[in-house]
């Protein structure tokens, strides 16, 4: 039996469940061996840690009962969560939503009544065309006074 | 029962944590040694239960659907938990110590089976698993510990057999290297 044979014997099986002819070949193989008999007393040592261990078990309080259910009621109460986050943000994303809506119509609004001509500047002829009468349309008198103290300044 | 706390029947719901919390405790008191962190553990089960109760369609027992929530539960807590690095046999108490060499030379076995001498075993397990990853701590408490069948883990973790297999022959061999270190053979 090989040393490569002994680790994977105690490898591939659980050490509580070499059988009783397993451990006499394994102790057979040991005799004569010191590394398979090393690594045979250590996986003993690791299956004895293990049992320790598992021997260890908690049992429910007698509060945990109640301290669920309190949970799970809290749990309800909180709905959805996306309901939850909007009864916490939604005022605060209505307000903001607003104020943008606001502040795109102030600013569209001002903007387009800057950018509307005026009578004196939508038909701007020059004043001597003026002054020769040669304009297409007929301008008011405002229009060919505002042109003329223009050409003037 | 299920469909009657799933309807929202809280004393239905109250009489499912009351039947099935000794088991949960027994499972999570295998990944932790705390009873805060095993309580912690089971109330996150119990909440997950609840919410997932619709899918509860009881084809398999509801105890085995615990088991396998609170398995996946503790693996996930035990994923999110800090590891403890390599031990060294400087890390031990002189008890551990004692403990390691004295089962190790095989002295007889009625020695140290007090409560005092068990205690220090735990104590020394729980540090050597906090070394290794969650998978091979799952794998070595429910295969070595529990005495469960690869098959049950398979199904319990979402792991195929064959994947179980090798986690358990791994997580052995890691074991064997760990102690054997802390033995400084």
Redesign the interface.
């Known amino acids: 039996m090989s040393e490569q044979h002994i680790?994977s014997i105690?490898?591939?099986i659980?050490?509580?469940?070499l059988s009783e002819s397993d451990h006499l070949r394994i102790r057979a193989h040991t005799a004569n061996c010191d590394d398979c008999a090393?690594?045979y007393?250590?996986?003993?040592?690791?299956?004895?840690?293990?049992?320790?261990?598992?021997?260890?078990?908690?049992?429910?309080?007698p509060f945990?009962?109640t301290?669920?259910?309190a949970?799970?009621?809290e749990?309800q109460n909180e709905g959805p969560a996306f309901a939850r986050l909007w009864r916490a943000a939604g005022a605060l994303v209505s307000s903001m939503a607003a104020a943008v809506v606001l502040f795109a119509v102030l600013s569209f609004g001002v903007l387009d009544q800057q950018s509307l001509p005026t009578d004196a500047s939508a038909h701007a002829y020059s004043a001597e065309a003026l002054i020769l009468d040669d304009v297409e349309e007929e301008q008011t008198d405002g229009q060919v006074l505002s042109t003329l103290y223009e050409a003037d300044e | 029962m299920a469909k009657r706390a799933n309807a929202g029947d809280?004393d239905a719901?109250?009489e499912i944590?009351?039947r099935y919390?000794?088991r949960v405790?027994?499972f999570?008191?295998?990944f932790f040694?705390q009873?805060s962190l095993?309580?912690e553990a089971?109330?996150e089960v119990?909440?997950k239960a609840?919410?997932q109760l619709g899918s509860y369609e009881g084809r398999g027992s509801m105890e085995g659907w615990f088991t396998k929530i609170t398995t996946n539960t503790c693996l996930n807590l035990l994923r999110s938990a800090k590891r403890r690095p390599e031990m060294t046999v400087s890390d031990l108490s002189e008890d551990e110590s004692g403990w390691?060499e004295n089962?190790?030379s095989?002295a007889a076995e009625e020695e140290f089976k007090s409560s005092e001498r068990?205690k220090v075993?735990?104590d020394?397990?729980?540090k050597?698993?906090e070394t290794m990853s969650p998978d091979d701590r799952l794998v070595?408490?429910l295969?070595?510990?529990?005495?469960a069948p690869v098959k049950e883990v398979a199904e319990l973790t979402g792991w195929s057999e064959s994947k179980v297999?090798v986690q358990?022959?791994?997580a052995?061999?890691r074991?064997?290297e760990a102690?054997?270190k802390l033995?400084g053979?």
């Open positions: 680790t105690l490898e591939s659980r050490f509580a469940s090393r690594a007393r250590v996986a003993s040592v690791s299956a004895s840690l293990l049992q320790n261990r598992m021997a260890e078990t908690f049992e429910p309080s945990f009962h301290r669920v259910l949970a799970v009621r749990k | 809280e719901f109250g944590v009351r919390s000794p405790f027994h999570a008191s295998r040694r009873r095993v309580e089971a109330q119990f909440l609840f919410t390691l089962k190790y095989g068990s075993a735990a020394l397990t729980e050597v698993l070595l408490t295969v070595d510990g529990e005495d297999k358990a022959f791994r052995r061999k074991m064997r102690v054997e033995l053979k």
